[in-house]
C-alpha cells in the first residue's frame, strides 16, 4: 500500500479519532507496565536476605509506604523510621530472615539493639521478618507468630511485621482502602504482631 502523507489524515475525521484513541491507549499501556513493575519491585522483599533485604525493606518503606526511612550505622540489621520534616528519628528497626519463623531471640536481639542505639525501652520499634524464606509456595509461608512470641514482643513493645504483612499493606493501600494509619498506630502504641491477611484485612495481635 502506497504511504499516504500525514496531510491525508485531515480528509477523515473517522481516522483523527482512530489516531487519538491509539495514543489513549499506549499512554494507558505504560501506566499499567509501570504499576506492574513497581509491585513486582515490592515484592522483592519477599526473597532476599541479609544485607540485601535490610537495604531493599528500607527502599520499600521510603517509597511503597511513604514512610521515610535510612539505613542505621550501629547494627548492620537496623533501620530509623525518620520524620522528614524534623529530621528526627522516631521509630528503631530490625530487619532479618529465617528459614522458620520469628523467634523470641530475635525479639531479645532487637531490644538489646534499640537499648544500644541510646532509645528507651518504650521508643517505638519495629521487627521486620522474611519468615519461611526457602519455602516455595506463598500459602506455606503464610504462617504467624508463635501465641508466645506476640505475648512476648507485646510486652517488649517491639511491633512484629512479616515481609508479607507489609507486602499485602502496600497492596491494601494502592486499593484505595486505608491501613498505613492503622499500622503508624499500632508502632507507635507499643507491641505485638501487625497482620494484614490475603483478604487485605489487618488486625493488631497483643
Known amino acids: 500500500m502506497t504511504e499516504l502523507p500525514e496531510s491525508a489524515t485531515a480528509l ?3 481516522e483523527q479519532q482512530i489516531y487519538s484513541r491509539i495514543a489513549e491507549l499506549e499512554g494507558e499501556i505504560d501506566r499499567l507496565k509501570t504499576q506492574l513493575e513497581d509491585s513486582r519491585k515490592a515484592k522483592q ?18 517509597t511503597g509506604l511513604d514512610m521515610t526511612a535510612k539505613i542505621s550505622e550501629q547494627t548492620k540489621e537496623g533501620f530509623w523510621l525518620v ?15 529465617s528459614v522458620g519463623n520469628v523467634s523470641r531471640e530475635m525479639l531479645a536481639r532487637t531490644m538489646i539493639n534499640r537499648h544500644d542505639s541510646g532509645k528507651s525501652d518504650d521508643f517505638p ?4 521478618v522474611n519468615t519461611f524464606n ?20 507485646s510486652e517488649d513493645r517491639v511491633l512484629l511485621v512479616r515481609t508479607l504483612d ?18 503508624q498506630d499500632a508502632l507507635r502504641g507499643g507491641g505485638g504482631w501487625f ?12
Do not use: M
Not at 520524620?83 to 530472615?97: C, M, N, T
Not at 520499634?125 to 521486620?128: N, P
Not at 497482620?195 to 497483643?206: F, G, I, M, T, Y
Open 125 to 128: 520499634a519495629i521487627l521486620v
Open 83 to 97: 520524620a522528614e520534616a524534623l529530621s528526627e528519628e522516631w521509630g528503631f528497626g530490625e530487619v532479618r530472615d
Open 45 to 62: 522483599i519477599l526473597f532476599l536476605t541479609d544485607g540485601a533485604l535490610r537495604d531493599e525493606v528500607v527502599k520499600f518503606f521510603t
Open 166 to 183: 507489609l507486602v499485602r499493606l502496600r497492596q491494601k493501600e494502592a486499593a484505595g482502602f486505608a491501613g498505613l494509619k492503622e499500622f
Open 195 to 206: 497482620e494484614v491477611n490475603p483478604s487485605l484485612a489487618s488486625k493488631l495481635h497483643s
Open 12 to 14: 477523515d475525521p473517522g
Open 134 to 153: 526457602e519455602t516455595a509456595s506463598l500459602e506455606e509461608r503464610d504462617q504467624g507468630p508463635t501465641i508466645d512470641v506476640v505475648k512476648r514482643a
